[in-house]
Nanobody
Framework: QVQLVESGGGLVQTGDSLRLSCAAS????????MAWFRQAPGKEREFVAE????????DYKHSVSDRFTISRDNAKNTMYLQMKSLKFEDTAVYYC????????????WGQGTQVTVSS
């Protein structure tokens, strides 16, 4: 089992930056691909970014690809999401997730951290 805990959310203004962290425990994350998802009020949860088990590759939702950077530090068992030039529409609860590299579904989820961007 992998336990995931997000942190770093908060209330910011349009154009500000924020870095989210996802700390894992229970198992080392080095064998897991990891991702960030988000869910805005009244909307379905959506994919934001994913990073491979070794950090060698990443994929992003198109609308954040030039503003967000996903990274990981396997030695610290932690994943990050650096967000810059935040927009009102980035307001959401952000969740981190992990999946075994041999699977296509995310098995482990954090409880989420709220990001609110004021316009």
């Amino acid at each position: 089992q992998v336990q995931l805990v997000e942190s770093g959310g908060g209330l910011v203004q349009t154009g500000d930056s924020l870095r989210l962290s996802c700390a894992a425990s229970g198992r080392t994350i080095s064998s897991y691909a990891m991702a960030w998802f988000r869910q805005a009020p009244g909307k379905e949860r959506e994919f934001v970014a994913e990073i491979s088990w070794d950090g060698g590759s990443a994929d992003y939702k198109h609308s954040v690809s030039d503003r967000f950077t996903i990274s990981r530090d396997n030695a610290k068992n932690t994943m990050y999401l650096q967000m810059k030039s935040l927009k009102f529409e980035d307001t959401a609860v952000y969740y981190c997730a992990a999946r075994n590299v041999g699977r296509s579904v995310y098995d482990y989820w954090g409880q989420g951290t709220q990001v609110t961007v004021s316009s």
